[in-house]
């Protein structure tokens, strides 16, 4: 459970900074549907007004809001690829899978074959052009070993091959949730990872690390393991959540997370808002659940869900 660790840049809303790290723009033709705001508007400003004052006396803990994020309606799931370089596998990765396997050209040649467990040749690699794409038949590519889902682009680059995991983004969060909580925790700190970590994912798709790749897989970014962290406790609380992100005025947030609040506060604290992963499951044993934990952290924000767009 590693900080996500970026520089963050307000969006302007006229003159006066957001208070959240922000992406604005249309994303792959997709859209956010964010509900309306709870009738008893009142209520809800002064109960956030008494959150803050026991956050201000001194020696208070703080409390999560009784009331949670308003939860937008089901909507149809959308199928959004990320890309993520596998930063942590070097330059010089042992390749396979755990099934048949197809080494391509980027005009979709084939240039090498195997079955299951047979390694690509890397040096015949080199001759085949700047770019490759290495894809199985079978349930994962092994990336030095560790399973992989999706497809591998294989770019050369002067210091050696760079890998790009090319997968669906559910895939992904549920990898990101186990790598960055224990999958054993509550459900609902879980379910509240998942979303953090999809929004954080969608702010760097809509503004790209690299031209090949929306984001590594280093606590750079967020932690990414592959199919070695995802359980069926991150895939269940994935899918609770599947399409929602953070929103702030329309824009996405760039959620930032830590292992707990001194962390937290130590590398975000200038930035905003960010999430407390230790508090989070302390919050969830409490019985609160995953949109009240958010709205605890992220307060202002709101939950929208990504739906297809028109275009």
């Keep these: 459970m590693a900080v996500v660790a970026v520089t963050v840049g307000f969006v302007a809303q006229g003159h006066a900074p957001r208070p959240y790290a922000a992406v604005e723009g249309e994303l792959l033709d997709t859209l956010m549907a964010v509900p309306p705001p709870p009738p008893d508007t009142t209520a809800a400003a002064e109960q956030l007004r008494n959150l803050e004052a026991r956050r201000a006396a001194p020696g208070a803990a703080p409390r999560p809001p009784q009331l949670g994020l308003a939860e937008p309606e089901a909507g149809d799931p959308v199928d959004l690829e990320i890309r993520v370089a596998l930063l942590r596998a070097g330059g010089s990765p042992s390749l396979s ?30 001759q085949a052009g700047p770019e490759t794409w290495l894809q199985t038949t079978g349930p994962a590519l092994l990336v030095n070993g560790q399973p992989y889902g999706g497809r591998l682009r294989l770019i050369q680059e002067s210091s050696g091959l760079r890998l790009v995991n090319h997968l669906a983004l559910e895939e992904y969060i549920s990898s990101v949730v186990g790598a960055e909580m224990p999958s054993s925790w509550s459900m609902e700190a879980l379910r509240a990872q998942a979303v953090a970590a999809r929004s954080y994912a969608l702010a760097h798709m809509a503004r790209p690390a690299n031209r090949h790749w929306h984001l590594g897989d280093t606590t ?35 959620s930032l997370y830590a292992a707990n609040r001194q962390i937290s506060l130590e590398a975000h604290g200038h930035l905003g808002a960010s999430m407390s992963q230790h508090g989070a499951q302390d919050l969830a044993q409490q019985g609160f659940r995953y949109n009240q934990i958010l709205g605890h952290y992220y307060q202002g924000a709101s939950l929208a869900r990504l739906k297809a767009g028109a275009g």
């Design 97 to 126: 899978a755990q099934g048949p396997w197809q080494l391509l050209s980027r005009d979709g040649q084939l240039l090498q074959q195997g079955a299951a467990g047979q390694s690509v040749d890397l040096g015949a690699l080199w």
């Design 220 to 254: 750079r970014w967020q932690a990414y393991r592959g199919q070695g962290s995802v359980t069926d406790r991150t895939r269940q609380a994935t899918a609770a959540t599947a399409g929602l992100i953070l929103s702030y005025q329309g824009a996405i947030v760039e």
